[in-house]
């Protein structure tokens, strides 16, 4: 049985930086490419970043390139996201997802989610 469980979220001023973490259980983790995606109120879902299971290829979602970080440690089976120079639209519940196979930052293209974690900026 897959799981993936989030970490990290919390509430934080403009500016601020949190760093996400996602556990991820029951699969071959390195085979895997993992994607973080964000639902904000009212918004749908949309993708964030996602990295190869070697870590070596990554892509962004153009708002935060420069600020956010995806990177993986496959001895500990977790992928992390430092989000750096927050910004009141950030805001939203951000999700963990796995994928088998080619990249892709279509929701309907991962395989596995996780519950999601809330992460709020003040302005």
């Given at each position: ?6 970490s ?8 601020g930086s949190?760093?996400l ?9 390195s085979r ?7 639902q ?9 970043a ?5 870590g070596g ?6 708002s935060v390139?420069?600020?956010f970080?995806i ?6 089976n977790?992928?992390?996201?430092q ?6 639209e950030?805001?939203a ?7 088998f ?6 929701e ?5 989610w996780g ?9």
């Amino acid at each position: 049985q897959v799981q993936l469980v989030e970490s990290g979220g919390g509430l934080v001023q403009a500016g601020g930086s949190l760093r996400l973490s996602c556990a991820a259980s029951g699969l071959t983790f390195s085979r895997y490419y993992m994607g973080w995606f964000r639902q904000a109120p009212g918004k749908e879902r949309e993708f964030v970043a996602t990295i190869s299971g070697s870590g070596g290829t990554t892509r962004y979602e153009d708002s935060v390139k420069g600020r956010f970080t995806i990177s993986r440690e496959n001895a500990l089976n977790t992928v992390y996201q430092q989000m750096n120079s927050l910004k009141h639209e950030d805001t939203a519940v951000y999700y963990c997802a796995a994928r088998f196979g080619v990249v892709a930052i279509t929701e309907r293209n991962y395989d596995y989610w996780g519950q999601g974690t809330r992460v709020t900026v003040s302005s």
